[in-house]
T-cell receptor
């Protein structure tokens, strides 16, 4: 069983389109994240949700809208895609609260290419 | 806020030899965790080793060990008996303990293993 699964793994789309990436975790974790990895492999946090509530929102354009229907799911919707949005997007999860050692469990990543 | 610095963008090691990857960090927190994550070409990030800052003893996981120098804020990773499967990007990361604080990653070191 895949602990953190993302779909799709690859997206190729035109500038201006809207796209979504879905993430699900079966680890029973309360906290989920979206990270963006650019072409230089730099990993930057975008959002974090704890039990469906937004707790971290870095300086991300409002074209990016996360949604967490329940604590096992965190989706990312991107409007009006731009060339600079091309990257690999990683979903991750971790235990919450005092049990939060910071250890992240990652999905396989979703490579987004904007043409 | 914390920062994590990896000063070696690329390293190489002969198969069966030992290599050390460097990492320095800065944090104002008194208690935190440090991590090394591995990202093979398949993309998925995997935890290699974790160190609790309050523990003086260096963490070890089979062929992987760390040299944690708290006063110097240094956290290097030693890979012994390097194997071809060790070839990957390695990321150092820091997370303040407890609560909903974010994990900060370094810029990564690409490790090449030469047969």
């Amino acid at each position: 069983d895949t602990a953190v699964s993302q779909t799709p793994k690859y997206l190729v789309t035109q500038m201006g389109n809207d796209k979504s990436i879905k993430c699900e975790q079966n680890l029973g974790h309360d906290t989920m994240y979206w990270y963006k990895q650019d072409s230089k492999k730099f990993l930057k946090i975008m959002f974090s949700y704890n039990n469906k509530e937004l707790i971290i929102n870095e300086t991300v354009p409002n074209r990016f809208s996360p949604k967490s229907p329940d604590k096992a799911h965190l989706n990312l919707h991107i409007n009006s895609l731009e060339l600079g949005d091309s990257a690999v997007y990683f979903c991750a999860s971790s235990q919450a609260g005092l049990a939060n050692t910071g250890e992240l469990f990652f999905g396989e990543g979703s490579r987004l290419t904007v043409l | 806020a914390q920062t994590v610095t990896q000063s070696q963008p690329e390293m190489s090691v002969q198969e069966a030899e030992t290599v050390t990857l460097s990492c320095t960090y800065d944090t104002s927190e008194s208690d935190y965790y440090l991590f090394w994550y591995k990202q093979p070409p398949s993309r998925q990030m995997i935890l290699v080793i974790r160190q609790e800052a309050y523990k003086q003893q260096n963490a070890t996981e089979n062929r992987f060990s760390v040299n944690f120098q708290k006063a110097a804020k240094s956290f290097s990773l030693k890979i012994s008996d390097s194997q071809l499967g060790d070839a990957a990007m390695y990321f150092c990361a820091c997370h303040p303990s407890g609560g909903y604080q974010k994990v900060t990653f370094g810029t990564g070191t690409k490790l090449q293993v030469i047969p």
